[in-house]
């Protein structure tokens, strides 16, 4: 594997950062993980200008756009994949230890790896931790991820393959590393960015593309959904057939297959929506 690190291509045993990077020590960094398809990827503008709002949120200096966007091109052409996770990872660079940041130059690594097609069904889990949607990093996607670490291990001890958090007002927000869109009465509903939850790329294509809307909705909404599916990355749609010990049988039901279709067809037709 070829991986990008400041500035240039090196092999996966050779590339190294500081270990006094401050995303390394403090977790003072930003990412995006990327859709690789065929060797494109897919809407990286997107990616890049949440990218950008990332670091600005975090206080970071805006990224070079244009050599991150070089840099996702090189490490694609030197380690073709059909479908990867295209990981971009920017931090604030060498720093003393603490929380103070020094006066180097941000760090940016761009690496892909193979990843296999999502199942079309997940089961998930509620946990007892909640998003503070008042935080100064919420709703930025940042390096510091341990919180989702241990709810994604959690979900993984009950035999699922996701774990679905509230907000500290008891209100539905998002999953470790998914949006959540449930059917509420035929409705197709989503929580609003104001819960803390990230502006997920594949969210906001979902609510382009089809008549979900953003709806305040109590944790409480995933006992009494009709569908509830998740949106990600790499998950594209992806329908939930358990929540807990609750089955929803015939998943995907019609409003998610519909959404899983629609995506699919747009997705293919255009690499840069």
């Keep these: 594997m070829r991986i990008?690190?400041?500035g240039a291509l090196a092999d996966a045993g050779e590339a190294t950062v500081s270990v006094l990077d401050h995303g390394m020590t403090v977790g003072d960094g930003v990412f995006e993980t990327v859709k690789a398809l065929g060797g494109r990827a897919f809407a990286l503008g997107r990616h890049l200008d949440r990218l950008e709002r990332s670091a600005r949120g975090l206080g970071l200096p805006a990224p070079d756009r244009d050599e991150v966007a070089r840099a996702c091109?090189?490490?694609?052409?030197?380690?073709?994949v059909e479908l990867g996770r295209l990981r971009i990872t920017y931090t604030g660079g060498v720093a003393p230890l603490g929380s103070d940041r020094g006066d180097a130059a941000a760090t940016l690594i761009v690496a892909v790896g193979e990843t296999p097609r999502r199942p079309d069904t997940a089961a998930v889990v509620t946990v007892p931790w909640t998003r503070n949607e008042h935080g100064a990093t919420a709703g930025l996607k940042t390096t510091s991820y341990a919180e989702n670490v241990v709810a994604l291990a959690r979900a993984h001890e009950r035999g699922a393959s996701e774990a679905l958090l509230a907000n500290t007002a008891g209100m539905l927000c998002e999953g470790t590393g998914s949006?959540?869109?449930?059917?509420?009465?035929?409705?197709?509903?989503t929580p609003p960015l104001a819960s803390g939850c990230l502006a997920g790329i594949t969210r906001a294509l979902v609510l382009e593309w089809t008549d979900a809307e953003e709806a305040d909705l109590p944790y409480s909404a995933l006992d009494?959904?009709?569908?509830?599916?998740?949106?990600?990355?790499l998950r594209d749609v992806q329908a939930v057939a358990r929540i807990d010990q609750r089955e929803l049988p015939g998943a995907p039901g019609p409003v998610t297959a519909k959404a899983m279709s629609v995506f699919a067809e747009r997705m293919a037709a255009d690499v840069e929506p």
């Design 224 to 233: 009494e959904a009709e569908e509830v599916f998740l949106t990600g990355t």
């Design 4 to 6: 990008w690190v400041n």
């Design 179 to 189: 949006n959540v869109f449930v059917v509420l009465g035929g409705r197709l509903l």
């Design 73 to 80: 091109a090189a490490v694609l052409e030197a380690n073709p």
